[in-house]
């Protein structure tokens, strides 16, 4: 079973820089995609950044020119940059994986980690 290992995040004030790391680890089939989603109390889960395994991302339009998603297949894992952070990207951020398995796709999500933007 695959486990999903998050690290980074943190606080930070406007327009200041963090990264996310998300690493896939244990038994698992092939790794289509990997991506970041964002929740917020009270709101649903949206999509931050996603990658697929060769390396095409897509982000949500709320951090476009801001964040970069790269992935390293060799590893399992995907990175996130954040620049010009924004008070509105105060979430928690999840990281996903989807796999290739023999009877389907299977999705993944780690436990999250927090971001904060606060002045």
């Known amino acids: 079973q695959v486990q999903l290992e998050e690290s980074g995040g943190g606080s930070v004030q406007p327009g200041g820089s963090l990264s996310l790391s998300c690493v896939a680890s244990g038994k698992f089939f092939l790794i289509l995609e990997m991506g970041w989603y964002r929740q917020v109390a009270g709101n649903q889960r949206e999509l931050v950044a996603s990658?697929?395994?060769?390396?095409?991302?897509n982000y949500g339009d709320s951090v476009k020119g801001r964040f970069t998603i790269s992935r390293d297949n060799a590893h399992n894992s995907i990175s996130l940059q954040m620049k010009n952070l924004q008070l509105d990207d105060s979430a928690v951020y999840s990281c996903?994986?989807?796999?290739?398995?023999?009877?389907?796709?299977?999705?993944?999500w780690g436990q999250g980690t927090l971001v904060t933007v606060s002045a």
């Open positions: 996903k994986a989807i796999q290739n398995g023999p009877t389907g796709y299977y999705e993944t």
């Open positions: 990658i697929t395994r060769g390396g095409r991302p």
